[in-house]
């Protein structure tokens, strides 16, 4: 079992930045590829970034490559997501998500544990 606590939301400026963090409980977190998610008022929950249990692979969507990055400290047993040069459609809740299996990272349904999400507002 995993729980997953989302962090650093909150309210930035159109070209400013965040950092969300995802704190884990359980001794298996480096066995965990991890995922962050997000959904917009009145739309789907979309996939943002993953990375590899290792840290080594990463993956991005389209909309918030070059401007996003995801990182992994396992020692901590936190997944974070900083979020440089933000755009009003960024505005949404993002959730952190683990699953076992490294395939799929951009498919929701396949992870296996969610947090309970933190809201993130960009003001333009």
Do not use: H
């Amino acid at each position: 079992q995993v729980q997953l606590v989302e962090s650093g939301g909150g309210l930035a400026q159109s070209g400013g930045s965040l950092r969300l963090s995802c704190a884990a409980s359980g001794r298996t977190f480096n066995r965990y590829t991890m995922g962050w998610f997000r959904q917009a008022p009145g739309k789907e929950r979309n996939f943002v970034a993953a990375i590899s249990w290792g840290g080594g692979t990463t993956y991005y969507a389209d909309s918030v490559k070059g401007r996003f990055t995801i990182s992994r400290d396992n020692a901590k047993n936190t997944v974070y997501l900083q979020m440089n040069s933000l755009k009003s459609e960024d505005t949404a809740v993002y959730y952190c998500a683990a699953k076992r299996v490294s395939r799929s990272v951009g498919d929701g349904s396949s992870y296996d544990y969610w947090g309970q999400g933190t809201q993130v507002t960009v003001s333009s």
